[in-house]
């Protein structure tokens, strides 16, 4: 079945270089998408989303780059920190109002 | 401040005892979601209620019910939990506006149940 996934299941950086997360979707019908960061032992937070009319949207230290040509989504963070440390999912909505479906996720560690 | 509250943090069941986890929200969202996320794995959606319109994934076992009385709460029944229901359920809830206008989930903290 169509599914989003992500190419990294783990990413290591230090403290301050900027972090690159992938994700790959498949359901060409996904017209919106939203990357959800997840703390250890807490409900997905929201960090940025993006519509299909646009390729980039930036926020607070995060860009979202969306290449529909190929179905590939990426979460840029500028000036990674610790705080930064948690599981990274993209998710996509296969065209619904209020559906999402979520990749894998990628663990991203931040060391000092 | 406005937000999705799950209750309990953590609930232990036994095996084929039916359990309920609870969900309540303050942000008068239209539509609430129960999600199940298994350890190191993507949350994967149960059912939603758009108002108290209920919508179920076609993969979601019968084992799993929902209920949602009102627009503030909404149950998810596990009528006889195996070990293989041991996860972190999640609920959530958006806006549900017009197609112009996705909106993002708002998810709680979570109940993590684990089944003996």
């Known amino acids: 079945g169509e599914s989003v996934g992500l190419h990294l299941p783990t990413l290591s950086v230090q403290e301050g270089d900027n972090s690159i997360i992938n994700c790959a979707y498949s359901?060409?019908?996904?017209?919106?998408f939203i990357w959800y960061k997840q703390e250890s032992g807490k409900g997905p937070q929201f960090i940025i989303d993006i519509r299909s009319n646009m390729d980039k949207r930036q926020g607070q230290r995060v860009t979202v780059l969306l290449n529909k040509t190929v179905k590939h989504l990426s979460l840029q963070i500028a000036a990674t920190q610790p705080g930064d440390s948690a599981v990274y999912f993209c998710a996509e909505n296969g065209g619904s109002n209020y559906k999402l479906t979520f990749g894998k996720g990628t663990l991203l560690t931040v060391n000092p | 401040d406005a937000m999705v509250i799950q209750n309990p943090r953590y609930q232990v069941t036994q095996f084929g005892k039916p359990v309920t986890l609870s969900c309540s929200q303050t942000l008068n969202h239209n539509v609430m979601y129960w999600y199940q996320q298994k350890s190191s794995q993507a949350p994967k959606l149960l059912f939603h209620?758009?108002?108290?319109?209920?919508?179920n994934e076609a993969d979601t076992p019968d084992n799993f019910q929902s209920r949602r009385p009102n627009t503030s709460f909404c149950f998810l029944d596990i009528r006889s939990p195996g070990l293989g229901d041991a996860a972190m359920y999640l609920c959530a809830t958006s806006r549900g506006v017009g197609r112009d206008l996705r909106r993002e989930l708002f998810f709680g903290s979570g109940t993590q149940l684990s089944v003996l």
């Open positions: 359901n060409s019908a996904s017209d919106y």
């Open positions: 209620y758009y108002d108290k319109d209920f919508n």
